[in-house]
C-alpha cells in the first residue's frame, strides 16, 4: 500500500449540512451512481457504535461460520465501508466493485448522503445504535488515533461539537432517530450495542450477543446450527476480535491510525464513559438529550441507569 500524501487532519467538509471528514465528502457526488444489487446487506451506524463488530459477526454468518474464510482478508475489505475515500487506498466504491455477491456494505452515512438507489430498491438494512455517551468517547479516541479526522481539542470542547453535531457524520440525535423513522417503511432490522454485550439469562457483564445473533439469523432468513452461532459468539468477542488482525484494523499504516494513541479496539464496554465524563457535563448531557429525543420513543438503557446513578450522586460513576 503506497501512501501518496500526509494526512495532515483537514478540516471537516459540509456536504448538505452535515460535517464530513474531506476524503469521504469527495466520495459521496460519485455513490450517487451506486448500482445495488438485490441481495446487498446494508450495516448502517453512527460512528463507533459496534460497526466492526456486526460487521464480523455478518461475515462469519455469510461463511458458515468457517474461521479460515473470515480469515481471507481484513474486515474492511470483506465489508466494503461505501463512502470511504483515502489517498493511496482503494476506495469503498473500488472495494465494492471487486467484492461477489451478496455482499455486505457498511456506511455511516445519515439518509440525507445515501445513494437514493439503496433507498428505492429496499436493501436490506442492519443498524446498530449505542449509548451516545460510550460513543462520545470512544469517537474523540478514535479523532484523536485516525488522522482524517481535525485534531479534536480538548475532550470538554469535542464534547459540545459532539452534542451540537458539529462532529464528522453530524448530529448523533439525527442520526439514530432517521434511521429508526425508517424501519416503520423498510427492511431494517435495529439493534443495540448494549444488548449484544448483555448476558440474555443474568443480567451480568458478561458478553453475549447469541440473541441477537439468532435476530440476525432470522432477519436474514437463514440458520445455522447452534453450535456454529456458539462458535460465532466465541469469536466475535472482544478479546478474540482485538487479538485478530483481520478485525482490529493493525494492518491500516500508522500514518492513517495511529494505535499507539488509542487502539482501534479500545475497551469495548458499556458505561466506559464514566471514566470521562465530570457530573456537570453528564447533567448537560442528559438535559441536552432530554430536549433533543422528546417524542422519540426510542428507549436506550443506559441513559436512564446514568441519570439514576447521577442522581445518588458522587461523580459519574
Ligand atoms: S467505526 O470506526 O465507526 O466503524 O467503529 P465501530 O466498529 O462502529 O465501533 C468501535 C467500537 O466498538 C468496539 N468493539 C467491540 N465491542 C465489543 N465487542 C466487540 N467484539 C467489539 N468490536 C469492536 C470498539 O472497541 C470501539 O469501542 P470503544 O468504546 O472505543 O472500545
Redesign the pocket.
Known amino acids: 500500500m503506497e501512501l501518496m500524501e500526509d494526512f495532515s487532519r483537514p478540516p471537516l467538509v459540509p456536504v448538505k449540512g452535515i460535517p464530513l471528514i474531506k476524503y469521504f465528502a469527495e466520495a459521496i457526488g460519485p455513490l450517487q451512481n451506486l448500482t445495488v444489487w438485490p441481495d446487498d446487506l446494508l450495516i448502517s ?1 453512527y ?7 456486526m460487521s ?1 459477526i455478518l461475515d462469519m454468518i455469510y461463511q458458515d461460520g468457517k474461521l479460515e474464510k473470515c480469515r481471507r482478508a481484513p474486515i474492511y475489505a470483506r465489508v466494503p465501508f461505501l463512502e470511504f475515500r483515502c489517498p493511496g487506498v482503494p476506495s469503498g466504491l473500488e472495494s465494492l466493485e471487486e467484492t461477489p455477491a451478496p455482499r455486505l456494505i ?1 456506511t ?1 452515512l445519515p439518509l440525507s448522503l445515501l445513494p437514493q438507489s439503496l433507498l428505492d430498491q429496499k436493501i436490506k438494512v442492519i443498524y446498530v445504535a449505542r449509548n451516545p455517551k ?1 460513543v462520545a ?2 469517537y474523540y ?2 479523532y484523536n488515533m485516525a488522522k482524517v479526522h481535525p485534531d479534536p481539542g480538548t475532550w470538554e470542547s469535542f464534547l459540545e461539537n459532539f452534542m451540537d453535531g458539529k462532529v464528522s457524520y453530524g448530529s448523533w440525535f439525527q442520526h439514530v432517530k432517521e434511521w429508526w423513522g425508517l424501519t416503520h417503511t423498510h427492511p431494517v432490522l435495529y439493534l443495540f ?1 448494549e444488548d ?2 448483555e448476558h440474555p439469562e443474568i443480567l451480568s457483564i458478561l ?1 453475549n450477543p447469541k440473541r441477537e445473533i439468532k435476530k440476525v439469523l432470522e432477519f436474514l432468513g437463514r440458520s445455522l446450527p447452534e453450535e456454529t452461532v456458539d462458535f460465532i459468539v466465541y469469536h ?3 478479546k478474540k ?1 482485538k487479538e485478530n488482525p483481520m ?1 482490529n484494523y493493525t494492518t491500516i499504516p500508522s500514518e492513517i491510525m495511529d494505535h499507539g494513541v488509542s487502539p ?6 458499556t458505561g ?1 464513559w464514566k471514566n470521562t465524563f465530570t457530573v456537570a457535563q453528564n447533567e448537560r448531557f442528559d438535559a441536552h438529550y432530554a430536549k433533543t429525543m422528546k417524542g422519540c420513543n426510542l428507549k436506550f438503557r443506559c441513559i436512564c441507569k446514568c441519570i439514576c446513578i447521577c442522581i445518588l450522586g458522587i461523580k459519574a460513576s
Open positions: 451506524t460512528p463507533k457504535s459496534g460497526t466492526t463488530w464480523e457498511k455511516h460510550d468517547v470512544s479516541n478514535f450495542y449484544m454485550k458478553q466475535t468477542s472482544f476480535m478485525t482501534f479496539m479500545r475497551k469495548g464496554t466506559d
